[in-house]
DNA sequence: CTCAGCCTTGTTAACGCTCACACCAAGGGA
DNA sequence: TCCCTTGGTGTGAGCGTTAACAAGGCTGAG
């Protein structure tokens, strides 16, 4: 179970190369060092070949601790994250990946905290300056994490819209007209009784404005074309998913349309549809809204809106550097982006047949 | 799209208070405000007062790049996790979480590194002493950082079974164990012809162990208790999981239980055997490996092993940090742990019935 | 009365890096 | 001839924090 072998901490902690070292083996100063390495200077042929043989041979790299205290920027970006009780976390995992992967092509590190307490862990990354900037998702309407963010030194960039967006670089997906573009493209194709299926409620309770952005936009233009539309607030966990879908199905009858704004339904519908021996798009046609890699990993085959989760992030995170790097860019207006609501067909979608009851 | 509104960041940085002023506003030197905030000499009471209204007032929180620089520690761990191509990035969440998670209750932040290229992230956060150790996932059988990360400074953890453990504090799942578990409990309901499922052959050729680990014992046991054990290599995506689940259905007719150990296999069963009208248990059992949370998140009906992410996750961190905060703990003998698989019945096996075919 | 020893606080030197400010030599224009 | 520029390099201060060392006042024992 344990190997006896003592080990490589036994012996005191090995020195590890400092500029100084660099210096020495180069024959040169120290500052003459740092210029060559980073170039913010003219240096001679000779001398920056000898200062990066010396970096090479003593495999030199420069210590984060001591450059952040020097230059007051310590290439991390802070990804705060809030995982609730109930939510659905492995959809999150996208949007992570987009903000780490472009925030390395572009330089830096990301320091991901997933703390319940998201106005204590925002304080105390900004405050003690791990990061030069922040990056927020799960946004409620009214985020109690905003007003400590527009106080703080660094700027921030947020993953989902709030209620006030002044002071702030925002991106989110337009829901709205996801709502309509779901909406229309049923009753172009002749449905008149559809359903919507949302997130739970406590996720509007917690201010998670998707969920009535999508429905009220939904609703709004469903009333507009004379559709029917039965919006309904989802569950998200087994076996609560099923027994919604069975219920709404069993209670509208003559819906043709299902229109999922909720990952965790979306993944438990194949299982009811089988069940009851519903064919789709014949007897029920099926929109969902999540993204491509989602569908393709957990086998939905739904016709789907892409939430571009990557996309998303790498915008925060771009544009965030660009307020980091410059500023020039610090002093540029804020801004709201919207991604625009792509349908992605699947095939889950038809005239609809022949009423299911 | 954009506001007009000038921006916070236009008039100078807001200087933040540094202990320093601290000092200042209650009247001490700097180093006895130090020691009163981290109370580790005897300060008077009257002091220690003053010094945490100044701290207070001043909303003092202390830089934690110095900190870095003047005591070599961060407070900051690193987790290294690989997403290659094709990979199942969502079951990952729950590991990540895992490490988050405890790190922050035991007082660390984490920088989540997912760099294609994990030898030179792992180079460059331990060498730039950006954290005080590192866990590392997605362990292949002869993982190329593990070198690195002998001869890192800091210590480290891995989630996952490398084939050399030495130097090393190793945290898994018993797959062997698992995959005995699973053939004991069908071939003790009486099947006798299995089928069981991996990941894609990708996978194994990247060194990921935990596929042949299980599977290899597996086989083993089968062949003691002489049951027909079908092993074969899955997918992660559709449609190419659907195809692969049909193709064997229709190869082994008479195989009457299914194994699973791939998440992206076991999310897209339910489809295929609501499509071709086998119930489970009745026609086929089925087992698979994942844990509870992706169990509930996806609606799988199966039982399973429980694959304990999050635990193993804290494992690792608990190690780690057992070993960066203590001199002692350094030098204690490494330990490679490993989780006893635990079976969770849901009910989805039963003895065979008559055969399918 | 003196001095060891404790309690409390201050002084100062790091930690490793960057950068503003010299400094020097060589070359070119007036 | 002198001065000014330009290219190349060194010196040293400072980033904010900690901690080793020093030092003062007080108590109580001899």
Known sequence: MATQSSNRFDNQE?????????????????????????????????????????????????????????????????????????????????????????????????LLVTEADG???????????????????????????LPVLRAAPQPGALVGLPGDCSGLDVFDLDFEEAGRVMVDHLHRLGHRELILISHPEHVVERG???????????????????????????ESRQPAVGRLLNGLLDAYPAATGLLINNEAVAAALPSVTYARGLRVPDDLSVIGRYSADFAATFSLPYSFIESAPDRLGAMAVRQLVRRVESTQARAEPFVVRFISPELVSRESTAPPGSTRS
């Open 14 to 110: 090995v020195r590890v190369a400092t500029i100084g070292d660099v210096a020495r083996e180069a024959g040169v100063s120290r500052s003459t060092a740092s210029y060559a390495l980073s170039g913010k200077r003219p240096i001679s042929e000779e001398v920056r070949r000898r200062v990066l043989a010396a970096a090479e041979a003593l495999a030199y790299t420069p210590n984060a601790g001591a450059r952040a205290l020097a230059t007051a920027q310590t290439k991390v970006l802070g990804l705060l994250a809030q995982f609730h009780e109930d939510e659905f976390a492995p959809a999150m995992m996208q949007y992570i990946l987009g903000v780490t992967n472009t925030a390395r092509d572009l330089g830096y590190d990301t």
């Open 119 to 145: 106005v204590r862990a925002l304080r105390r990354v900004t405050d003690s300056r791990m990061v030069d900037g922040v990056v927020l998702m799960n946004i409620a309407h009214e985020d109690a994490r």
């Open 208 to 234: 998670g404005a998707y969920v009535w952005r999508l429905r009220d936009a939904a609703l709004e233009r469903a009333r507009q074309l004379g559709v029917t539309l039965h919006a309904v607030y989802g």
